[in-house]
């Protein structure tokens, strides 16, 4: 195993781990509200896509953390304080400035999301709450990137660690063993803030990387031009999925069902590929901060293990359909819609999967308008080209196998992402050594 491959194996490993927590634990935390009583199903199905967008927020910051931090590192600089302490003052002031915004227009938004009458206030209450307790989170997120950032990616997994079972833990006693209800979500959330929080600048500072403090201009640049990115290329895609509901919607309830299923199961197929996309950005960001320019080896030795996974991972998932399918859906009829969605879409995962941990990396190392107008690309394609094809169609069948043409068709974003990097590898080999560093 070459150096390269060694070292985006070891940052992809615990990076998985962690990013595997971050999924499940929200599909948990969500299904336990469900259990707690009738209003709070109601809460439950509303607060959906308000956690998706907290989630979205969070990532803004943690890109631009572990980016800023990827640089210094490789320029030799360990000392985080300034990152931490300046990421933090800006969440703050941001965290209110939004939180405010969101308590402020909290009623207006239940009614826009269609809160029954009798859940509206209680939804109203239980959103603010929420968007002050998400403040909390700044600890373990960005000591978390700060760790990645310099290769501790097994440390940061131990603060997500900690704090995930602490939240579904608080959740679970507050919730049914206090009777709290919803109310015990947002106390959760702190606790998992504070107690991640504190684990995270332990383990920043044992790892010697808390020296120095101070303002850090550089994270007012990092945050729109990486941090951001993610975020938008997040958002777009969650419109995507949205925009597939609203297609599927005459096919019924079942289909909508089964395509739901497939969708949350594809967010854990598809993590192994996001996840290696970072792990090599991480690599890349250190070389330049090494005043190594060179960048194409490490994406080409990332789309290499992409490959390999993914060579197992796609036959899997379309050979064992009809298992996932019954072990999602205890219906079978929605069991059977979930199946039908792998068998069209799971053969093109190959090509999603370098799709996918292509473009994770270019953000974050420069590439973002490229990333950004593929990505913005492909989404406008693909609804417009399913939408098309959809028309008159008795079932899902035209728009999943657009869906699969449509990964295919993303291996020349992977071409174009390849031509990119190695074009700009050249043009910092023309420049002077103190010009190649961009923080």
């Known amino acids: 195993m070459t150096e390269l491959r060694r070292q985006i194996v070891r940052l992809t490993v615990p990076m998985m781990a962690a990013r595997l927590l971050a999924i499940l634990v929200p599909i948990l935390i969500i299904g336990m509200l469900g259990w707690m009583d009738g209003e709070a199903l109601q809460i439950r199905s509303l607060y959906m896509p308000m956690a998706f967008l907290f989630f979205a927020l969070q990532a803004i910051f943690d890109v631009a953390t572990q980016t800023i931090m990827a640089l210094r ?38 009614e826009v999301l269609g809160a029954p009458p009798e859940s509206a206030d209680h939804f109203a209450w239980f959103l603010r709450w929420m968007a002050f307790a998400n403040m909390t989170l700044a600890g373990p997120v960005l000591c978390a990137a700060a760790l990645r950032g310099t290769g501790r990616a097994g440390t ?7 704090g995930s079972v602490l939240e579904v833990a608080g959740l679970a006693v507050l919730g049914f063993g206090a009777d709290m209800g919803t109310a015990a979500l947002p106390l959760a959330t702190v606790l998992n803030g504070l107690v ?79 996840t290696l996309g970072s792990a090599s950005a991480i690599v890349m960001n250190q070389r330049l901060g090494a005043d190594r320019p060179q960048l194409a080896p490490v ?41 039908r969605y792998f068998a069209i879409v799971a053969p093109s995962y190959l090509a999603l ?22 990505t913005v690309l492909y989404v406008v394609l693909t609804v417009a080209v399913g939408a098309w094809a959809s028309q008159g169609a008795d079932g899902p069948v035209p728009l999943y196998s657009v869906m699969s043409a449509m990964n295919v068709g993303g291996l020349l974003a992977v071409a174009g992402a390849l031509a990119f990097v190695r074009r700009q590898d050249r043009r910092r080999l023309d420049r002077p050594a103190a010009q190649r560093v961009r923080a």
């Open 196 to 274: 991640g929080g504190a684990l995270g600048i332990v383990l920043v500072s044992r790892a010697g990387l808390l020296g120095g403090w101070g303002w850090q201009r550089e994270v007012l640049r990092y945050l729109p031009q990486t941090g951001l990115p993610v975020c938008m290329s997040s958002l777009v895609m969650f419109g995507m999925n949205l925009a597939f509901v609203r297609m599927l919607s005459p096919f019924g309830p079942t289909v909508i069902a089964g395509f739901a299923t497939a969708a949350t199961v594809q967010n854990l197929l598809v993590m192994p590929a996001l």
């Open 73 to 110: 590192s490789g320029r030799g600089e360990h000392d985080a304080g300034p990152t931490l302490a300046s990421m933090a003052l800006v969440w703050l002031v941001g965290g209110l400035v939004f939180a405010g915004a969101l308590s402020a227009g909290a009623p207006a938004l239940a």
């Open 156 to 162: 940061a997994a131990l603060i997500v660690l900690v």
């Open 353 to 374: 999967a370098l799709v996918l941990a292509v473009m994770m990396a270019l953000q974050q190392v420069g590439g973002v308008r490229m990333a950004l107008s593929a």
């Open 299 to 339: 994406l080409r030795t990332a789309l290499r293990i992409t490959v390999a996974v993914y060579a197992v991972i796609t036959p899997v998932v379309w050979l064992s359909r009809g298992l996932i399918g019954s072990v999602t859906a205890e219906n079978g009829r929605i069991a059977e819609e979930t199946a």
